[in-house]
């Protein structure tokens, strides 16, 4: 297998006064074998670093090496990667069969070989009784199936996923994560994955091999992400005269300096209208506590619902930050404890969202970490409150 190796890249678009630098002097290592996940919000450049590892985008600076050699000037059909995109990109005049072998057929491979390929592609995706049908007799599941199935017939060394599944609907992403991580266990590819949603993102990174943002190489690009996050949200809650308790949820940060660095920039570019703001300090899972003086009757929580408790004055969490809050947790005691099973302590409503509504997570973080996991409602726990125990 081959690793991927990003050393001082830097990317912009426009020149002089317009020029938008969107990624800046980033050093990367992606093992061999490995299963790295970029996460952060639209705009901060993930799609672009893949772009740029793909051949797709041009760098402005810096070296790309895919194994030992160096791909800079290396067309992207010589680079020997797949690509799987957000919108699919099926040809819509052709069949399934004809999808996923096309690549394979514009490399003149023998008949025999695509067709033995794309059989065993589909019975690997479950798409099998699909090989006739056009795209647009397809859902979207299978139609995202078909995509990667192209990329699988193809014997090559990294894989690369942009969003791959945000354009479906929750049931579906749960289904693909799971088959895109049984995929990466079954054929042992590097693969680099990149998505918006930290649930999705947890949820598909091997916990093992620390390959989650912010536990290894891309510490820095965490933290450059996070300040600008820390400046746009500022800025809405500027524009929108948001005041009371507002819950603010960054990516985890783990280092400590980082941690400061932002809260200095949080504060700074919120104090712009004069108005006066009360920050708590950033934990390591990225959550933030502000309490701002309210310069209109307009109350938010910020990725937060209105809890029926604080009626919208934002003084409780809401189950659902909760819930989240608790599922990332899980998955950091499991990295640290040697158990059979964990336990959860919660309040009741936060147990039974967990158990209703978020139960597809909860399966699939129990089939990730390899551990059952119980839940028992505690009474005496606010909503804020859980514990997670080792058993």
């Known amino acids: 297998m081959t690793s991927v190796s990003l050393k001082n890249i830097s990317k912009s678009y426009g020149t002089g006064k317009k020029q938008l630098e969107v990624i800046k002097n980033l050093d990367l290592e992606i093992f061999s074998k490995e299963f790295l996940v970029l996460v952060g919000p639209s705009g901060c450049g993930k799609s672009t670093l893949l772009r740029m590892i793909a051949g797709l985008e041009d760098i402005k600076e810096g070296k790309i090496f895919i194994g030992k050699q160096e791909v800079n000037n290396i067309e992207p059909r010589d680079r020997n990667i797949a690509m799987v995109f957000q919108n699919y990109a099926l040809y819509p005049h052709m069949n399934v069969s004809n999808n996923i072998g096309f690549g394979l057929r514009a490399r003149k491979t023998p008949k025999i070989e695509i067709e033995k390929k794309v059989k065993e592609a589909g019975e690997m995706l479950g798409i099998s009784g699909l090989m006739n049908r056009r795209p ?116 985890d940060m783990h280092n400590g300096e980082h941690r400061r660095q932002l809260l200095r920039t949080f504060e700074k570019a919120l104090s712009r209208d004069g108005t006066k703001t009360m920050i708590s300090g950033v934990t390591e899972l990225g959550l933030v506590q502000t309490t701002r003086k309210r310069t209109s009757e307009s109350l938010a929580h910020v990725l937060c619902e209105i809890c029926p408790i604080c009626v919208g004055r934002g003084s409780i969490k809401s189950a659902e930050t909760v819930g989240y809050e608790v599922l990332r947790d899980i998955l950091r005691v499991a990295r640290a404890c040697d158990c059979e099973q964990l336990l959860v302590l919660a309040s009741t409503a936060v147990i039974e969202r967990l158990l209703d509504e978020d139960s597809a997570q909860v399966a699939d973080l129990e089939e990730f970490i390899g551990r059952s996991i119980q839940f028992r409602a505690e009474d005496l726990f606010a909503r804020e409150q859980f514990d997670i125990i080792p058993l």
Not at 174 to 182: G, Q
């Open 136 to 251: 647009s007799e397809l859902s979207g599941g299978q139609r995202q199936r078909v995509a990667i199935g192209r990329a699988l017939v193809r014997d090559v060394d990294v894989f690369l996923f942009d969003e791959p599944l945000s354009n479906l609907d929750a049931k579906l992403r749960t289904e693909l994560r799971v088959e895109i991580k049984r995929l990466h266990q079954k054929l042992n590819n590097t693969m680099i994955y990149v998505t918006h949603d930290q649930t999705e993102a947890m949820t598909t990174v091997d916990v093992n091999t620390g390959g989650f943002v912010g536990y290894r190489n891309l510490e820095e690009t965490v933290f450059k992400t996070n300040l600008e996050a820390a400046v746009a949200t500022a800025r809405q809650m500027r524009m929108r005269n948001l005041g009371g308790i507002i819950i603010v949820d960054f990516i």
